[in-house]
């Protein structure tokens, strides 16, 4: 679905604010994307594992596991294939065809001394028929958890023999004993030997999850799933797991590094201010009204007058006269809008804690005040407390049951999970109470098309442009709809149209949107990858911190195979990203990338293997791309 037609993430914490009319998290917009259409997102990005824990045993037998690039074998040309590779470890002198008996754990005890010097006089016969029975008797004292002698035992079959799976199995000892070096060294040996062995690929990456080095972890679990080609569903959930906790270390330096004080995009803090119906200035903050900057009320004054710019330096500025009007003081029955300004724009800049604070005072001050328990709503939802968001949204109501806003935000909080029905009803009461805040009609019309009522939709969007024609954000949500239902030139020419009328009415603080969804329905239609990094690359000359025209960017790279160029981007993105949910987000994606990157690197015969499925994926089509449609 596309940005209009989505529903918002169902986990907390949200990435956005739910006031943006319509707009949800362009990582909540990729991460649906991405669980809608796993098998395209593993095979482009290469991101999958298997999960291992400390707690699972690994069986230990005789054969290797078959590269997964072969053809799947029926059960009776595996058994023909097992018993040729036993064959072929077990040759010995004799020339019959009679099977030797398999050894036993008493056969070891009868072999002479083993040590490098007594192994360097056998012949290459009896290394290979030591070493078998060796690891049999490894096995035995392995399944009766005696993990010493099995490592010892082990220890003398690599002497007689060096083997992957010998290695692989004494690790398994040191696995079960918490010995995690060792693990990694063992199994490095065992993949050294045989580089498409999964079991010790598995048992590394367990080990290297244990000593905390999770980036090591998930090159081995992609590795491991690569091989394996992506078809055990515990890879895909436990990539999650990986990737967050690969995140989550990095985040922590970049929240440490982040400015405090740097604003989202403008396009994002006007899409957030527009959500809320447009009001006069107080009486005696008009521009009429000449107020001193040097006082609280000036600063009020003045803030208020820069919101109206619309600019990334308007909206710093405004953040700023709210921080130095409340400093200055002496606001008299201002009070509680200067707290309810400051808060907007602290939550905005992601300290919410803060912003809570400011939206309690404000609250305070004027019980009436009913914006205040709506923006609180937002940010306790944004947090994932609906409840309190709730009851928030009740408590405006009971000081004024007349105010669209509250209905229009309720409606939001119903929509973001999964409520349609109610959202309609709001939707519609706040309609009812003001026909004229577009916003609401939007809404209204993406929720019936989330209900299945395309036709009602389809209707509601139609009076929309009968009523707003000089509205572009109308002309752009209405393209979205009709993209999502692949009638491409229509929304083509929507989305054209809402970029014009920016231009005329908005030219110093233009919307991107138009442009970004262009670029997305030129690539469905045609897979023009061109022109859409073109739109996407415009975007961000006129909004440089668009986040969703960087995500965006970094989809189309990844789609067309760029992966250095697409880590440059996600990693923008987390630059970008406002909350610290958001940032682990953002990065997960980037840590997705950078794990591709590693295997083409590190294991170039997967590499090929990893490009052949992507190109077999990419057959799914288009719209699985778009934003989670």
């Known amino acids: 679905m ?23 998290s362009i990582w909540s917009r990729f991460t649906n994307w991405a669980s809608e259409n796993k098998g395209l997102v593993y095979t482009i990005a290469g991101v999958a594992v298997v999960v291992t824990s400390a707690g699972v045993v690994y069986y230990l037998n005789d054969a290797k596991p078959n590269p ?20 072929e470890s077990t040759k010995s002198p004799t020339t019959s065809g009679e099977q030797p008996k398999a050894p036993t754990a008493e056969a070891a005890d009868e072999l002479p001394e083993i040590n490098e010097t007594t192994v360097a006089t056998f012949t290459d016969e009896q290394r290979r028929d030591y070493a078998l029975k060796l690891k049999n008797a490894g096995n035995k004292a392995y399944g009766s958890k005696d993990y010493n002698k099995a490592i010892d035992l082990y220890s003398k079959a690599i002497l007689c023999k060096p083997d992957s799976i010998f290695y692989s199995n004494r690790a398994a000892c040191y696995n079960a004993l918490s010995l995690w070096d060792k693990v990694v060294e063992d199994t490095t040996a065992a993949v050294s030997l045989d580089p498409t062995y999964v079991k010790a690929l598995n048992r590394r990456a367990n080990a290297y999850e244990h000593l905390n080095q999770f980036s090591e972890s998930l090159l081995d679990y992609t590795a491991s799933c690569i091989i394996d080609e992506f078809k055990t569903e515990s890879s895909t959930n436990a990539v999650e797991r990986l990737l967050k906790k690969v995140a989550e270390q990095k985040a922590d330096d970049i929240i440490k590094s982040k400015d405090p004080n740097k604003l989202p995009s403008p396009t994002f803090v006007s899409n957030y201010i527009q959500s809320f119906r447009a009001k006069l200035r107080p009486e005696g903050l008009e521009d009429e009204v000449e107020l001193p900057e040097s006082t609280g009320l000036g600063q009020l004054q003045l803030g208020l007058k820069a919101m109206e710019k619309r600019t990334h330096e308007g909206y710093e500025e405004a953040a700023n006269a709210f921080e130095k ?74 000081q004024n049951n007349s105010d ?45 098309y989330k209900m299945g009522s395309v036709a009602s939709s389809m209707a509601t969007f139609r009076r929309c442009v009968k009523n707003f024609d000089k509205v572009p954000d109308v002309y752009n949500y209405y393209g979205e709809l009709l993209l999502d239902q692949s009638k491409y030139e229509e929304a083509i020419q929507k989305f054209d149209t809402a970029m014009e009328m920016e231009k005329q009415t908005k030219p110093m603080a233009m919307n991107v949107l138009p442009l970004i969804n262009k670029a997305l329905a030129l690539f469905q239609q045609k897979s023009e990858f061109s022109e859409a990094e073109k739109l996407c690359e415009k975007a961000l000359i006129i909004d440089p911190e668009c986040d969703i025209a960087v995500a965006t960017m970094a989809q189309l790279l990844l789609q067309q195979g760029k992966i250095t160029d697409a880590l440059k981007y996600f990693e923008r993105a987390a630059e970008l990203a406002r909350t610290p949910g958001e940032i682990v987000n953002a990065l ?35 719209g699985a791309f778009a934003g989670g449609r």
Do not use: C, W
Not at 592 to 603: L, N, S
Not at 609 to 615: E, S
């Open 2 to 24: 596309s940005r209009a037609a989505a529903a918002p993430p169902p986990m907390p914490p949200l990435g956005r604010p739910i006031a943006i009319p319509v707009e949800s």
């Open 325 to 398: 009007a409340l400093e200055y003081g002496d606001l008299g029955e201002h009070e509680a809008l200067a707290y309810n300004l400051r808060g907007t724009f602290r939550n905005l800049r992601g300290s919410q804690e803060q912003a809570l604070r400011d939206m309690d005072k404000s609250i305070e001050l004027d019980p009436t005040y009913t914006q205040s328990y709506v923006k609180r709503a937002s940010m306790h939802l944004e947090m994932g407390d609906k409840d309190s968001a709730a009851a928030d949204l009740e408590q405006a109501l009971k």
């Open 404 to 448: 669209p806003d509250i209905y229009y935000h309720r409606a939001q909080l119903h929509f973001i999970h999964g409520e349609f029905q109610d959202a309609a009803k709001d939707y519609q009461k706040s309609i009812d109470l003001d026909p004229s805040f577009i916003f609401s009609h939007i809404q209204l019309g993406v929720t019936q």
């Open 588 to 622: 997960s994606y980037a840590e997705a990338t950078r794990t591709q990157i590693q295997v083409q690197e590190k294991y170039p015969q997967l590499a090929a293997k990893l490009q052949g499925m992507g190109a077999g994926a990419a057959g799914m089509g288009a």
């Open 68 to 87: 997964a690039a072969q053809p799947k074998l029926s059960k009776k040309e595996r058994r023909k294939r097992k018993e040729a590779e036993r064959q």
